[in-house]
């Protein structure tokens, strides 16, 4: 596996707007963990067209209820017009700072590309194509040729389907990141609602 850049930078979040006239910005985030905007300390700043991050110090950040967006004091930053300079700029952390998750957390990367199995079968059901957040995360998982014959979920056109799998203990009880597999037991009825 090549080690591209990517690889060694997570993005937290998105630098939209200045806020303010004191040179405060607004973040859109990228991160469900708030520490990453409101614990002091050194982060990264990826401006738009460049490769490497620059460190930058964090001084102070707050959340804004109803706007998904916090909004972070940057060491440096005194003003609006240098505010505005950095609208667009990403917010970087290196990728060996992941929060520690807890026992049944996951980090949405790791799981997008998971083969998902019926537990009961061991049939392949499809593979994880994203995470959708909602009250319980929503697998969405684009079926697999076979498994959609034979359950009667292939359009006309053989296009590929995907269903949507609440990621819930109950549902997907084994979660092996090392074998790339989830294992499901849907309700019945689950797998076909989605058609």
């Not at 929503?138 to 799998?165: C, M, R, W, Y």
């Amino acid at each position: 596996m090549t080690n591209e850049k990517s690889d060694e930078w997570l993005e937290i979040g998105k630098i939209v707007a200045p806020q303010g006239l004191s040179g405060e910005v607004r973040v859109y985030p990228e991160s469900d963990f708030p520490e990453r905007f409101e614990v002091p300390g050194k982060r990264w700043l990826l401006r738009p067209g460049e490769t490497k991050p620059q460190p930058i110090g964090l001084l102070a950040g707050r959340y804004i209820n109803g706007k998904n967006l916090y909004v972070l004091k940057l060491a440096g930053v005194q003003n609006c017009d240098q505010a505005e300079a950095l609208r667009g700029c990403k917010l970087m952390v290196p990728a060996s700072d992941r929060p520690q998750l807890g026992e049944d957390e996951y980090h949405v990367i790791d799981l997008i590309g998971l083969e998902v199995f019926m537990q009961t079968s061991g049939e392949l059901v499809g593979t994880v194509v994203d995470i959708i957040p909602a009250g319980n995360d929503l697998l969405e998982v684009e079926l697999h040729p076979s498994f959609a014959d034979n359950n009667g979920q292939t359009t006309k056109d053989k296009k590929q389907k995907t269903i949507l799998i609440p990621f819930v203990k109950a549902i997907a009880p084994v979660v092996d990141l090392q074998a790339g597999r989830i294992e499901i037991t849907p309700p019945p009825g689950l797998l076909e609602i989605n058609g």
